[in-house]
T-cell receptor, first 111, second 111 residues
Framework: DSGVTQTPKHLITATGQRVTLRCSPR?????VYWYQQSLDQGLQFLIQ???????AKGNILERFSAQQFPDLHSELNLSSLELGDSALYFC??????????FGPGTRLTVT | QKEVEQDPGPLSVPEGAIVSLNCTYS??????FMWYRQYSRKGPELLMY????GNKEDGRFTAQVDKSSKYISLFIRDSQPSDSATYLC???????????FGGGTRVLVKP
């Protein structure tokens, strides 16, 4: 167990809908990273927050947004969902350094 | 061309054999190297982290980095059926915030 928690474990929703994924980092970690894992694209970095501020952006669609709250938990919001957004979404955390510790993921199914 | 290339496998070995995994990368700015293990539908678990050329050993696992050839390897000695998983290499630049992942190699250790 990495100490990173994610909820929900599984989400099933319809196209056009909006969902929110939640992540709590390891105790003491200030950075949260979001990744998307699909069969054809592998693990892709979406966005990083450090102590409440956006620090880096990757291949994140404009329909997606994230934030990190004062208690350091983070939420990833996905809107106007498309079939192609079906994937595993992971969050990872660290305090400093390069190694990142991943949560168990949220499996999103868009029908 | 992807920044990090990894043979997808599957790689099937008998129990007790040595598993040999590798990744190649194209960007010399990559300086920090990690190996993650991912069981089906679970989050990636950090196995090894290294930043210098040469070998690093941890129990049955040995990570090897050759920066001159832009080639990294992971060896698993005395493989067990519980080692059956997908192994992902992940690389971090000296500057920047994200991990760039290989596509993963699926390993199957047969009893």
């Amino acid at each position: 167990d990495s100490g990173v928690t994610q909820t929900p474990k599984h989400l099933i929703t319809a196209t056009g809908q909006r969902v929110t994924l939640r992540c709590s980092p390891r105790s003491g970690d200030l950075s949260v990273y979001w990744y998307q894992q699909s069969l054809d694209q592998g693990l892709q970095f979406l966005i990083q927050y450090y102590n409440g501020e956006e620090r880096a952006k990757g291949n994140i669609l404009e329909r997606f947004s994230a934030q990190q709250f004062p208690d350091l938990h983070s939420e990833l919001n996905l809107s106007s969902l498309e079939l192609g957004d079906s994937a595993l979404y992971f969050c990872a955390s660290n305090l400093a350094g390069r190694e990142q510790y991943f949560g168990p993921g949220t499996r999103l199914t868009v029908t | 061309q992807k920044e990090v290339e990894q043979d997808p496998g599957p790689l099937s070995v008998p129990e007790g054999a040595i598993v040999s995994l590798n990744c190649t990368y194209s960007n010399s700015a990559f300086q920090y190297f990690m190996w993650y293990r991912q069981y089906s539908r679970k989050g990636p678990e950090l196995l090894m982290y290294t930043y210098s050329s040469g070998n690093k050993e941890d129990g049955r696992f040995t990570a090897q980095v050759d920066k001159s050839s832009k080639y990294i390897s992971l060896f698993i000695r005395d493989s067990q059926p519980s080692d059956s998983a997908t192994y992902l290499c992940a690389i971090h630049k000296a500057a920047g915030n994200k991990l760039t992942f290989g596509g993963g190699t699926r390993v199957l250790v047969k009893p």
